[in-house]
């Protein structure tokens, strides 16, 4: 008995200590990534989608620091207003007293809902008047294994946000992004991407709805828009890569109900085994500064590196299918 109990707790603390290496070697996986160079994005304009949580917001924060102008899209002006306060106050802090205080960026706050194309539209309309440049978009904004819900203009919820809204997005802004080059556009895409397909008889998920699938789907499209959009900003100096993230603690959870038990096995669980959101977003901050990307456009990265895709992920024709289909869902037409 007391061998067992003996037993039980050695291993108890073998585990904890376990779980406590792994945070550890994270952390300093992530001093690792973190590009110490101020001024990097000085005289850059970066426009980063659901900027005011998790993966957007640990991007925004360190674009910030290396000096650009950030312009965060969010749904909910109080929420964004609340989280640029916030990053605000730390990059005072981080900066110090001293007068040389290396580059500050500056934070812009819009409004921006991707399940509506009447705000996409009138977003894009208002910060088109008023920024004269934009080097690097970040379509990072997502919402994930929602219950059955449809936009305002009768999209599936996930595909709606997740691939059509940025879509219209894009394709509005591209003629400034243009003109900036080069410049770049960074899609936050998911491994998940895997269990998707574009069904193109059922894109609004009207004969069946599976929340699963249709995040995957939304991510699938997040690739494939990516390639084709590659394709065709060929030789413009914009390029567009696009990345999963790896599995991370953020609010992307939301929807997801688990049972109040379960609950701190599920925390103990994410803190070891999740990454920060700065960790998160090392990718995303990654394809949108670092000089080693200059000119690299189409490809699908993770961890900074680049990956391999699954065939579906690479297919064209479904590619070019989804554009049209897509400009056709947006009311984008020539
Ligand atoms: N976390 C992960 O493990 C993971 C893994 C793979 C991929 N990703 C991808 O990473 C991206 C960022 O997610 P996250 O993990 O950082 O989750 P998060 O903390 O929930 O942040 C998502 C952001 O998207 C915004 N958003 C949702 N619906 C929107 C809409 N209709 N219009 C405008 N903004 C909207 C949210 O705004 P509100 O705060 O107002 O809701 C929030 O700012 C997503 O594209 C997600 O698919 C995450
Ligand atoms: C829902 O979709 C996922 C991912 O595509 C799949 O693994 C799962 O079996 C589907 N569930 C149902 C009930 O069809
Ligand atoms: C792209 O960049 C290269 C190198 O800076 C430049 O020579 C070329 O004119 C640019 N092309 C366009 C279309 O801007």
Redo the contacts with the bound molecule.
Sequence with gaps: MAVATAAALLAALGGALWLVSRRFVGSRAQRLHEHGDPGLMHGKTVLITGANSGLGRATAAELLRLGARVIMGCRDRARAEEAAGQLRRELAQAAGPAPDAGWAGELIVKELDLASLRSVRAFCQELLQEEPRLDVLINNAGIFQCPYMKTEDGFEMQFGVNHLGHFLLTHLLLGLLKSSAPSRIVVVSSKLYK???INFEDLNSEQ?Y????CY??SKLANILFTRELARRLEGTNVTVNVLHPGVVRTNLGRHIHIPLLARPLFSLVSWAFFKSPLEGAQTSIYLASSPEVEGVSGRYFGDCKEEELLPKAMDESVARKLWDISEVMVGILK
């Design positions: 269990y998707g397909d069946s599976n929340k699963s699938f995957s789907r």
